[in-house]
Every structure is written in structure tokens, then in C-alpha cells.
């Protein structure tokens, strides 16, 4: 951590001013979140006995949210966040990037300025500044009066940017909302633990920097999960508070950390301890603070007692009022605690503190609680579609008013109310008679003839619509104009002339597609701060329009898809474009361990330590829970397939966005439970080859078109030989052959965890099929004289492997009770292996086989039989064993006794299961390495040059560097495979569904390889 300059002599002078709300502005102001750097929640200021609506103002876009999935626990831009000063109101908006300034008494727009990303915090004002974050990295200090910068500051080391929810933000957002008190304003940028997370005070007059704590993301320390540990410290995503002289950082799903307000230093983050509890709300009380339903301790962050079903606080100097969906309760707050007098178990009297009983509470007539506030004598409250006023003495309801969506932002100042709702409408209302004002945006306006012919001709050679673009050196944003109105592409420009970007804003503005459509940042078109690897077309304005000469090379090649992007460079009417490849090295996962072979471990050579973000998405796709084990993501291509409860998304891997998806309700509705087996058992129902994406739904095995999504074929499952409606169970393809098990269904094996309906959890096959991969025509089939396990299907040096065996009787849903310490029987099978071209056998080996697993290697002619031998398992995982044998022959070539625990993968001539790793040619066990993780129900994936898993967080091994455990914090793989390395990329998408468990971030992300001399951590 960095310190610069105490700020003593600031907390002696502004201690008593930030904790009663009163910092730098008038008592009736609202000059920050909340109306004061406490985040209280209260203006001494009255509301008129009857308020009547004096305006209304629309913004031209809704608020474009960060963060909307289930259980985000992050609201802070749901809505615009009004604060008001004298007679000015502000707000920053989150889809135009801009900041916003209107008379507060009438709603007429005074001023505006251009950030260069999203603003979703509220600013703050102190005099005649107003301070104000964005997802651009920078804090700004601008002139209420007029939106001058007078500085500005940049949170985090560069101007790195990456797509964070679909946007261009930096790599630090200012997502740290500022706080100012004592002449000192408070913000924080960073949000990924890993990357670093900054924390700073500046001097509010001058910007100059008086400390920054830039250490406090890099803790290792106790995570959510007991026993879970990892290298991953806090997050900043809230508004920061101030209470006293300690300033209470919101961690974004977590509880709060708190750093000294005099010189930064980390004081705590109990975030094992409530585990389950936080939010980006936080309400400071004197000595206590409301966040996540519970109330803690300033001094200890030790919780002091929680309250069921609470929602929002507001703290008045007298009062601390709790919202509940369905009722309020009043509290006096100088006297909220009470010592209770107790008997222990020994009989012995002790003495506690206890919550006091209410003064009052009543049924909450707005029917929800999204937002809560006090002003002078009168409690508001918000909730879905109405606002509600009630007498802060007594409780009794005053008024209550439709307004048009839900309130998030609710402000009071100068004897007005002000409701903001998440569809872009601030309310005010105020004393007085007469129709109400409305503020309607203005018309979209912009003359795009200049670019026209160039953006036709772009299309036209191109051929790309839809996804993003980068516009390297775009002028006055007239190409990316025509281009925004003529396609679907969601267009990053930058220009090194300021008032090229001035210019390009407005115009792009009047057109109404500023920040949704087009971003316009300032910056040199050869060094363009933009992401890696995002653009599916690149282009030039200044290039094709004023003939100036192309960016350079290096740039575009930088940011240019692979696999299908495409430059389309040079003067109008002589446009050149290029398609770019596929990165040389980069792997594919086109089945639930990677190949039709099983290996766990992808070719591609490319993904490595550090890793950084690339991008990241809300997790707006439902999967099944994390206990049920779905499918691991599949990618080809450049495309990602994830299976959701019911269908499948393809993702573009180099920039997050939703290519298409297919219905199929309720396709994973048996692994929508809490058994924790799901694919660890049953194999997995999709595979995917340049031709086709394969999905079984029991029934039928569809093809779908890996471009459109489209259906193109069902292979219905035929009878089994005894005329029984066949099942698909495990699939595979290989060859041109799918291959696929029917199922036995009559073998239902018993939960792992809770208790589930396994009635679909098919872990065995009665018959093996191979079929025509395009047209599903049958090519032959293998009927065993027992049963396979569908973990021991594997394929590859134009043979399909299997174990022959007696279903494992110990596992099923109706097996007696075995006694402790005995082994269930499950007797040895026969290992076959079969001819992909026409089902033949190959060869057969006999002689204690024992395995659960098979691995194939064509590099090495080597088949590897193991044991599942993880958390969770089915009693027939034995483990302790594992064997290899010729692929070519069947020789058996060594069995050794080991001890491990995850599911073996192979990289190369290399098994890696946690513990160690053994050389697969010869079983020994290989020396100096040993694989230590935290706490994680997952199983590994690979690549030649990393490890994968779960370790409290997102870990890894970098094996260029050897066996050290990596973390990346702040957010947490599912509960079997769901990171994989392709593409040259790390994928995770989200499958931790269900998890309430307080990690800082539930996300879909893509790491890349950072350079190592800018890693941050």
C-alpha cells in the first residue's frame, strides 16, 4: 500500500460533519448517495404536507444496469442516482456515460458532460464541485456550476479497457462511489481482487493523491466457503462510506471491508464469517452499520444482531427505520440496545445486549422495499411501481403514488422528493398547484450522408452486421455513424483529436446512439487502449473518409477477432478487407473432457499464466445449480456452447456476446437439483464438431447448426434389442461417427449430497451405437454381455474403447445399506477395443480390470484406466489404482497403487490428479511436483501449460513455473468442470447457480495471458 499524506488534521475537523450528514453542503441539500457521506439516508428538511408531482424527466435510454441476475445483491445503478445542491440536481447515467445537471425546482436540463464509460454511481458534491465516477477508469472533479473539469483522476495504473456487461470499461472502473468528508473525497477503482483493487483519498480542492491503499485486493484470506482460503481481498462496488474515522468499502455481494480513513490501512473484511450475508448497501449509524439485512459493528465488523426479511435502513439523529417487503419498523435509535439479563447452561447469570422493541412498525403500502429514506418528520420508502410517505413518529401512512417502474434512487432536498426508477424517469414532488412539467428527450437528429457510401461498402465487402467493431481513428464519427444505422454492430471509436471525440459524442448523442451503440474515447489509434481480440470488424474513419493513412497494422491485428474477423481498411471506394484465421496454437473442447478420448486436457498452447480478464457478462443464462453438475461448455471455433436448464447458448469466446441460442425446456431439469453427480456420472449429452453441435434429449440426438442455432437433424434412439423404447445416454463424436449409449434405465443410482429424483441420472448403457455423424444413419452397433459405464466410453486412434462390466450393484438408489468400512462389490470387467470403421474388435483384455475411467492417447498409444476417485463419489470409486495399457494392442504396460483425488487428466505424456502427477508411459510417480488446492468440489482441466480448478476461487497452476497454486479472486468455478482453456483463452461461464454463498462476483468471464511485466498480481 501506498501512503502519501495523513489526513489527521482533515478527520479531527470533519469527523462530527460526515457522521451526522452534513459535509459540505446546506442542511437541506442531498448532496451525495443517500444525502450524506454516511449513507444515511435522511435530510433534516421537510417534506410538504401534501406533495404533488411539480416534474417529471426522462432520460432518452433506461439505465443500462451492471449487474441484474439473481442474487446480485448490487442495485447501486438500477436507477439514475439523483443528489441535489442548492438549486442543481445531478445524476450520472450508466447508458450514455454521461453526467447530467437540471434545475432542481423545474427539471430543466442545465448542463451535461461525456465521461468515457458508463457512470452508475451518484456523484457527490462538496461546494460548488461535484466528484464523479465512472466506468472509464477516471474520477472527476467538475464545476457544479457549469460541468467544467477542473481535475481529474485515474484510479488504476493504465488505460487498459476490457468489455465488462457488454460495455467498454476499464480494466479499475471507478465503481467505488466517491464520498466526501473532511476536505477529502474517497473513491475506489478496480473490481477483480486480482488485478488490483485501489482505494484513495485526494484532496477534494486539488486532486492531489493523499493515500492510496492498493494492497488490500491481494490478501490471502478465509473465503465464503469454511476452510476455504485463497489469495483474493476485496472488491470495491457501492458507494464507499464514511463513519467517523473509519471508511467502510463496499465489496460488491459480500459484506463490507474497512480501511482507516487517516491513512488506509486495512482494518477488516470478515467475509468467511458472514459468508452467506452483504450487498453493495451500506447504512452507517454512529457506531453501527446496516448491509445485508443484519447490523455490525463499526469498530469490529462483528455483526450485532439480524434482522429476518430486512431490506433497506435510513438513520435519523433519533431514529434507525428498517423496511421490510410487507412492514417498516421504527426504532430509537440513541437507545436501540438493551442489556437483557440470561442464565447459561451451568445455571450461571450473564448480562447481553439486546435489539430494543420497536416505537411503532406498519404494513408497508408500497408492497416491496427497494429503497428507503427520512426527511424532516416523514419516512419514504419505495417499492415495485409506487412510493409511499408515512409519519416518521408514528407510522401512519400519508400518501402513496404510482410512478412508472421501480424507485431505486430516492432523494430529498430543498422541501422536494425525488424518486428515480430504473426506467429512466426522476420524479419530483414538491408544494405547489398547477400541471406538472414534463422533460421529454429530444428527437434523434444527425445528417449521416457524410459516411453513407463508405458504411455500404464496408457492409457490402465485409459481410459483418452484427457483434462489435473498432472504428481506429474515427474523426468525427461520421463512418460510425452510417455504420450504426445501417447494422447491428455495437461500434468502440477512438481519435487522438479532442475535438474529433467532442465532436463525434454530440453527433452520435443527437442521434440517440451515445453509449449504447457507439462509444467514442480520446486516445492515439496505433495504441488503442482497447480489449484484445474483441472486434469482428475493424475499420478507420479518418481512413476511409479523409483518406488518411490506415492504423497501424499492429493495432489492427491487436484487437481483431480471430476466426473470422475482419479489417476493412483503406479510402472509400477502394476498401480492401481481410479475414483473420484462427491464432495459431489455440485449442479446442469439444466434449465433456475435452476429446472424444477423455484427456480433461486441451491442445491449446497459447492460454497461460498470468491471467487477466478479457471480459465478463452478468450471468443472464440459467443453469442448472452448481450441486447438479451439468455440462461442461464446449468451444470450436471460436464459439462457446453452454447448456442452461432449458437450452443451449452459443457465445462468442472473444468478446461475450450471445451468438444465438436454442430452446429446449426443461433439457436439464434433472440436474437442476442438489445430488452433486450430474455429469460426474452420467457422461455428458453434448459434443461438438465443425459440422455440427450435438444435443441428446433422451428421445432424439439433435444436430444444430454451430452458425445459426438452427435445428438440422433428430436421430431418434431406436429400441433395445428386447423391443424396449431406447434412451440416449452418453455421446460422442469422432470420425464422422457418433456415438452414443441407450441407456440403462432401470440402474438408478443414489444421490450424492441431498436427496434428488436420479430417475434420469443414467450412469450406465446397455448397447453402444455408431451413426452416420451427418445423417444419423446406423453403421453398426455393440451389444456387451453386461453393462458400460458410460465414464469408460472413449475414442480416438481410429478405435472406441469401453470396460465390459457388471453394473456397480452398490450404487443404486435401492442397494442395502453396506457397513462401515466395507467395500461394495462390484466385480472386474473386460477392457474392449472396437474398429471406429466398422465395429470390429480389436483386441480384448482380460485380468482385473477394474477401472471406472478411460483415457486415450493417440500421441503416446496409450489407454489409461483409473478411478473417479473425488468428493461426492459413487461408492464404486474405489480409487487408490490406476493402469495403462497399448491402445494399438491391449498390453498392459504397468498398475501401480497410488493415492489421488480428482478425476486423472493427461497433458502429453504427463497425468496430472491432485496430488501429483506420474508419467503415463511408465506409471512413475514424477518427482517435485505436488498439486495443493483449497477447498473445491470440482475436478481438474488442463492444457499443455496450465491447471485448472477450483481452490476457494478461481485457481490455477502455471506449469511453465511450476506446481505453485494461483489464484483468480473474487469469484468461484462450479461444482465439476466449467473452466476450460481454448482459444488461446481460460472460459468460466457461469455455474454457480443457486450458490448464496458471498463470493464478490458471479460472473461469466474469459481470461487471457497477461504480459507478465504489467501483471498486476
Not at 447508458?95 to 434545475?103: G, P, S
Not at 473539469?149 to 467498454?168: A, E, I, S, T, Y
Request: proline content about 6%.
Amino acid at each position: 500500500m501506498r501512503r502519501r499524506e495523513a489526513l489527521v488534521l482533515s478527520l479531527l475537523c470533519g469527523a462530527w460533519a460526515a457522521s451526522a450528514g452534513v459535509e459540505a453542503g446546506a442542511a437541506n441539500d442531498w448532496p451525495m448517495a443517500r444525502g450524506d457521506a454516511a449513507r444515511s439516508g435522511y435530510c433534516p428538511g421537510s417534506l410538504p404536507p401534501a406533495p404533488a408531482v411539480r416534474w417529471i424527466h426522462r432520460t432518452r435510454h433506461a439505465p443500462r444496469p451492471a449487474w441484474t441476475a439473481q442474487d446480485t445483491r448490487m442495485t447501486f445503478d438500477h436507477a439514475h442516482q439523483p443528489v441535489v445542491a442548492g438549486d442543481t440536481l445531478l445524476f450520472g447515467s450508466s447508458a450514455d456515460c454521461k453526467v447530467y445537471a437540471l434545475d432542481a425546482r423545474t427539471g430543466e436540463e442545465r448542463w451535461t458532460f461525456f465521461t468515457g464509460g458508463p457512470v452508475r454511481l451518484a456523484p457527490a458534491v462538496s461546494g460548488d464541485r461535484a466528484f464523479v465516477a465512472s466506468d472509464d477508469g477516471f474520477l472527476y472533479c467538475l464545476g457544479v456550476a457549469g460541468g467544467a473539469v477542473l481535475w481529474k483522476h485515474r484510479g488504476g495504473p493504465r488505460d487498459d479497457m476490457v468489455l465488462g456487461n457488454d460495455r467498454l470499461v476499464s480494466r479499475w472502473p471507478v465503481r467505488g462511489g466517491p464520498a466526501v468528508a473532511g476536505g477529502a473525497v474517497y473513491a475506489a477503482a478496480g473490481i477483480w481482487p486480482s488485478e488490483g483493487i485501489y482505494v484513495f483519498a485526494l484532496d477534494a480542492a486539488t486532486g492531489k493523491v493523499l493515500w492510496v491503499n492498493d494492497s488490500a485486493g491481494a490478501i490471502t484470506m478465509p473465503q465464503p466457503h469454511g476452510g476455504a482460503e485463497a489469495a483474493s481481498g476485496i472488491s470495491a462496488q457501492g458507494h464507499l462510506v464514511v463513519a467517523g474515522d473509519t471508511l467502510l468499502v463496499p465489496t460488491g455481494r459480500a459484506v463490507p471491508a474497512a480501511l482507516s480513513r487517516a491513512d488506509g490501512r486495512f482494518l477488516y473484511f470478515h467475509l468467511q464469517q458472514y459468508g452467506q450475508r452483504g450487498g453493495a448497501e451500506i447504512v452507517a449509524a454512529g457506531d453501527m452499520f446496516f448491509n445485508g439485512g443484519a447490523l455490525f459493528d463499526v469498530g469490529s465488523g462483528m455483526a450485532r444482531h439480524a434482522e429476518a426479511g430486512a431490506r433497506c435502513a435510513a438513520a435519523t439523529p433519533a431514529r434507525l427505520v428498517i423496511a421490510k417487503d410487507d412492514a417498516l419498523f421504527a426504532f430509537d435509535r440513541p437507545n436501540f440496545w438493551k442489556t437483557e439479563e440470561t442464565v447459561d447452561r451451568l445455571g450461571k447469570k450473564t448480562t447481553k445486549q439486546v435489539r430494543s422493541a420497536p416505537l411503532w412498525s406498519a404494513a408497508n403500502p408500497a408492497r416491496s422495499a427497494v429503497a428507503l429514506i427520512a426527511a424532516g418528520g416523514d419516512v419514504v420508502v419505495g417499492g415495485a411501481g409506487r412510493v409511499a410517505v408515512l409519519d416518521l413518529a408514528s407510522g401512519a401512512q400519508k400518501i402513496e403514488m404510482p410512478v412508472d417502474g421501480v424507485p431505486y434512487g430516492l432523494a430529498a432536498a430543498g422541501g422536494r422528493l425525488y424518486a428515480s426508477t430504473d426506467q429512466g424517469a426522476i420524479v419530483c414532488l414538491g408544494a405547489g398547484e398547477g400541471p406538472a412539467l414534463t422533460w421529454l428527450p429530444a428527437a434523434a437528429r444527425a445528417d449521416d450522408s457524410a459516411g453513407r457510401a463508405a458504411a455500404a461498402e464496408i457492409v457490402a465487402l465485409a459481410k459483418v452486421t452484427d457483434g462489435y467493431c473498432a472504428d481506429l481513428g474515427c474523426g468525427d464519427g461520421a463512418l460510425a455513424l452510417a455504420l450504426a444505422r445501417q447494422t447491428n454492430l455495437t461500434i468502440m471509436a477512438i481519435d487522438g483529436d479532442p475535438a474529433n471525440v467532442a465532436a463525434a459524442r454530440r453527433m452520435l448523442d443527437a442521434a440517440g446512439l451515445y453509449g449504447t451503440r457507439v462509444t467514442v474515447v480520446e486516445g492515439d489509434p496505433a495504441t488503442p487502449p482497447f480489449p484484445n481480440l474483441f472486434a469482428n470488424l475493424v475499420v478507420s474513419g479518418r481512413s476511409a473518409l479523409r483518406g488518411a493513412p490506415p492504423p497501424a497494422p499492429e493495432a489492427v491485428t491487436r484487437v481483431l477477432r480471430p476466426s473470422g474477423g475482419v479489417a476493412c481498411i483503406g479510402p472509400a471506394g477502394a476498401l480492401t478487407a481481410t479475414t483473420r484465421p484462427a491464432l495459431d496454437g489455440a485449442g479446442d473442447w469439444t466434449h465433456q473432457y475435452c476429446d472424444a478420448g477423455n484427456a480433461g486436457c486441451s491442445a491449446d498452447a497459447i492460454a497461460r499464466g498470468p491471467l487477466r480478464v478479457l471480459w465478463f457478462r452478468d450471468p443472464d443464462f440459467a443453469v442448472p445449480s452448481r450441486h447438479g453438475r451439468g455440462p461442461a461448455p464446449l468451444v470450436m471455433g471460436g464459439r462457446m456452447y453452454v447448456e442452461g436448464a432449458d437450452g443451449v447458448r452459443c457465445i462468442d469466446i472473444y468478446n461475450g456476446r450471445t451468438l444465438w441460442e436454442h430452446a429446449l425446456p426443461g433439457i436439464l431439469a434433472a440436474y437442476d437439483q442438489e445430488h452433486l453427480m450430474g455429469t460426474a456420472g452420467t457422461g455428458s449429452n453434448m459434443c461438438a464438431t465443425e459440422d455440427g453441435l450435438y444435443v441428446q434429449t433422451g428421445a432424439r440426438c439433435l444436430r444444430i447448426d454451430p452458425a445459426t442455432g438452427r435445428r438440422q437433424a433428430a436421430f431418434e434412439a431406436p429400441p433395445l434389442p428386447d423391443g424396449t423404447p431406447g434412451t440416449w445416454g452418453v455421446i460422442a463424436c469422432t470420425d464422422g461417427l457418433l456415438l452414443g449409449t441407450l441407456a440403462d434405465t432401470a440402474h438408478i443410482v443414489k444421490w450424492r449430497f441431498l436427496s434428488g429424483d436420479m430417475r434420469t441420472q443414467f450412469t450406465e448403457g446397455r448397447l453402444l451405437l455408431a451413426l452416420d455423424a451427418r445423417d444419423g444413419g446406423e453403421k453398426w452397433r455393440f451389444q456387451p454381455a453386461h453393462r458400460i459405464r458410460h465414464n469408460t466410453l472413449a475414442a480416438g486412434g481410429g478405435r472406441v474403447y469401453l470396460i465390459d462390466r457388471p453394473a456397480a450393484q452398490g450404487d443404486r438408489l435401492d442397494a442395502p445399506a453396506k457397513k462401515a468400512g466395507e467395500a461394495p462389490a462390484h466385480p472386474p470387467g473386460v477392457l474392449i477395443a472396437l474398429r471406429l470403421a466398422d465395429g470390429s474388435r480389436a483386441w480384448t483384455a482380460t485380468g482385473d480390470i477394474f477401472g471406472t475411467v478411460l483415457i486415450a492417447s493417440d500421441e503416446h498409444d496409450v489407454l489409461l484406466m483409473t478411478y473417479q476417485d473425488t468428493r461426492f463419489k459413487l461408492d464404486s470409486e474405489a480409487g487408490g489404482r490406476m493402469a495403462a495399457f497399448r491402445a494399438s494392442t491391449g498390453e498392459r504396460l504397468w498398475d501401480v497403487r497410488e493415492a489421488y483425488r480428482s478425476r486423472p487428466i493427461v497433458s502429453g505424456r504427463t497425468i496430472y490428479a491432485e496430488p501429483g502427477a506420474w508419467d503415463l508411459l511408465t506409471g512413475e510417480r514424477r518427482e517435485g511436483f505436488t498439486l495443493a488446492r483449497s477447498y473445491g468440489c470440482g475436478t481438474l482441466s488442463g492444457s499443455p501449460r496450465l491447471l485448472l480448478f477450483r481452490s476457494a476461487t478461481l485457481g490455477y497452476v502455471d506449469l511453465d513455473r511450476g506446481s505453485a497454486t494461483v489464484n483468480y479472486g473474487g469469484i468461484r468455478p462450479g461444482c465439476w468442470i466449467n473452466v476450460i482453456p481454448a482459444g488461446g483463452l481460460v472460459l468460466m461461464p457461469d455455474a454457480a447457480r443457486k450458490c448464496v454463498c458471498s463470493y464478490l462476483i458471479s460472473a461469466s468471464v474469459a481470461l487471457e495471458p497477461a504480459p507478465v511485466e504489467v501483471h498486476v498480481r
